[in-house]
């Protein structure tokens, strides 16, 4: 059983910046991606960005330049650095991990970390 836990998300001012992590028990990235997406209030679920095992990202275009996907193989983890925040970026932030499949599909990831809210507010 793989579980996925975020941490580092909560209130910060616009303009700030913050960095979400994502601990992965397991050997987990042995898997081929993984990936954040965020659900704001009112708002379907949408991909953030993304990491195949090869180190290729993707990023959704309202974040590119601002924010940053990285991976660490030694620590099982995975970060989000966000930077240049908007209030727009307010949402809830889940990572998630994909076995096979292209790492931009929801359906290619097998699992879901619980969310760390992110709020971005004066």
């Known amino acids: 059983q793989v579980q996925l836990v975020e941490s580092g998300g909560g209130l910060v001012q616009p303009g700030g910046s913050l960095r979400l992590s994502c601990a992965a028990s397991g050997n987990i990235f042995r898997l081929n991606s993984m990936g954040w997406y965020r659900q704001a209030p009112g708002k379907k679920r949408e991909l953030v960005a993304a990491i195949t095992t090869g180190g290729t990202t993707n990023y959704a275009d309202s974040v590119k330049g601002r924010f940053t996907i990285s991976r660490d193989n030694a620590k099982n983890t995975v970060y989000l650095q966000m930077n240049s925040l908007k209030p727009e970026d307010t949402a809830v932030y889940y990572c998630?991990?994909?076995?096979?499949?292209?790492?931009?599909?929801?359906?290619?990831?097998?699992?879901w970390g619980q969310g760390t809210q992110v709020t971005v507010s004066s």
């Open positions: 998630a991990a994909a076995r096979s499949g292209d790492s931009t599909s929801k359906s290619s990831y097998d699992y």
